[in-house]
């Protein structure tokens, strides 16, 4: 695997941090997203919700599932509150590969608690409420 072309939670990558009731929330947003005119080809939001103790553990289990699912889906964002996971994806792929990768994926994960949830999204809404920024078009620079 191409290691420059790996998903990997990054500092750099974080939109938004807050404490809710004694737990640190953190938003993580791919900094490779596509553009918008090419998000409606990955129309299936794919949410993973999983349990890593720290950030070592997460980027592990993000390497597998960038090996089964990068060839036709985009990691775009990362919810993180303590140890809790939400990972947010938008596939091309049918339900029924998704699920295959998604099983394969959670099996090698175990004994992790991980669950997942499929749904159509060709607006990338959900990534919209996560990260309002991620999902507007970029400001043009200054030309020269």
């Not at 998000?39 to 299936?44: E, G, H, I, V």
């Amino acid at each position: 695997m191409d290691r420059s072309s790996a998903w990997a939670w990054t500092t750099s990558g974080v939109v938004g941090e807050r404490e809710i009731d004694g737990s640190r929330e953190s938003v993580w947003v791919n900094p490779d997203l596509p553009p918008l005119a090419d998000r409606a080809r990955r129309p299936l939001r794919v949410e993973v919700l999983c349990f890593f103790e720290d950030t070592a553990a997460l980027n592990a289990a993000l390497e597998i599932l960038h090996d089964g699912f990068a060839a036709d889906t985009s990691l775009a964002a990362i919810l993180r509150s303590d140890d809790s996971t939400r990972l947010l994806l938008y596939s091309a792929a049918g339900e029924s590969a998704v699920e295959s990768r998604y099983r394969a994926f959670r099996s090698s994960l175990r004994p992790t608690a991980i669950g997942v949830t499929l749904g159509s999204d060709p607006s990338w809404k959900a990534l919209e409420a996560l990260a309002p920024s991620a999902a507007a078009p970029a400001a043009p620079g200054p030309h020269p």
